[in-house]
Every structure is written in C-alpha cells, then in structure tokens.
C-alpha cells in the first residue's frame, strides 16, 4: 500500500500556550527536530509542521508556536489564534508558581473564545527534569489542577525528551474525543490508548 502525502493526511491545528519562559519552543522543538535546542529566539512566532503516528492513524500536526517577546506569553495571544486552533497544550514549569497559577485564567479565556465548555485541552506540567529542591510544583498539585480542569495532566522535559511524543498524542486524542465522527467503533474499548482523563509523570 503506497504511503499517504502529507496532503493526505488530516490535519490538526494545536496551540502551545503558557506563561513566558516555560519552554513551549523547547517542547515544539523536541518534537519537530528531534532534539534539544538550548539557544532559541523566544520573540520568534512560528507554525510546525509535524507527521506523527497517534494509535496507528498517520496525522499531520499543524502547532502554532506563541512567542514570548513584549506582551508575549498568555498576554500575548490574540482571539484569532485561539479561534484557529483544534486542540491546545496549556503548559507550565514545574518550577515556576507563577506560571501554573496564570494556567487557569488562560483556560476559562479558552472557554469564552472557543465558546465551549469543553474543548480539547492536555494540561502540561513541563521541565520535570528539574532537581527536587527546584520544583514550586508538585504533582499532586497538576493532577488536582487537571482535574478541575477537566483533562489530561502530563509531565514533560524537553532536555531530556520525556513525554514530549506522547503529550502532542494525546491532544490529538482529545480531539478525537470531542469529534466523535472521527473515533472507530471499538475506541471506547480499546485499553491500549490513555484514558479521557489520564496522569502521565
């Protein structure tokens, strides 16, 4: 069976957002060069282009990269670019209170953009690389926040490439989930996948 072209596959709109500085391009990065990339411009605004396989379907990730140059960050995203988007990772570094605690203002502006109240959300606890002694946030407190949230929570390093792959896979399925037409028959009881409402560490 030939190998479907990119212009094949279907495609997924997903916006990384978060505070400044809490490695939204390092994520992007790691997932789209493969690699850690210690030096990067945070002003720069880009959109990726990524074919990924999610639960053995062949998808081409479309993710918007918001930039944290002046008014960048949450503050920083317009109406337009939450429109845009399918599926959002709502990202914050384990070792900054202040970006986690921005995390929920950002999603009720999701709710009130989006028009929904339940749109395809992975909260993203990034930087679980860290020491100990450099966390401001504990797991219990991503899951506890996820779950008031109403999705996924997932920890992530971007230097050190741990579930990078798999928080971009299950944005995807979350998309899925709110796009019922998508899903096979069998979805509900395949057990291979992560749940609706998963904790990944």
Request: with cysteine; aromatic share 6%.
């Amino acid at each position: 069976m030939p190998k479907k072209d990119q212009t094949d596959l279907r495609e997924y709109k997903l916006l990384v957002a978060g505070e400044i500085s809490v490695g939204k391009s390092g994520l992007t990065l790691r997932l789209t060069e493969g690699r850690f990339i210690e030096l990067w411009d945070p002003v720069i605004e880009d959109i990726y282009r990524k074919k990924c396989v999610v639960d053995k379907k062949d998808v081409l990730l479309s993710i918007y990269d918001s930039p944290d140059g002046d008014g960048g960050g949450i503050l920083g995203l317009t109406d337009r670019e939450i429109l845009n988007a399918e599926g959002f990772l709502l990202v914050f570094s384990v070792g900054s209170r202040s970006s986690f605690d921005a995390i929920t203002s950002l999603h009720q502006r999701i709710l009130r953009v989006k028009d929904t109240t339940s749109p395809p959300i992975v909260l993203v606890g990034h930087k679980c690389d860290l020491p100990a002694d450099n966390r401001q946030i504990s797991t219990d407190e991503g899951v506890t926040l996820a779950r008031q949230l109403g999705c996924p929570y997932i920890e992530t390093s971007a230097k050190e490439g741990i579930n990078v792959e798999e928080a971009f896979s299950q944005i995807v399925r979350e998309i899925w989930k709110c796009n019922k037409e998508e899903l096979e028959q069998d979805q509900h009881e395949d057990t291979s996948g992560c749940c609706a409402r998963c904790i990944i560490i």
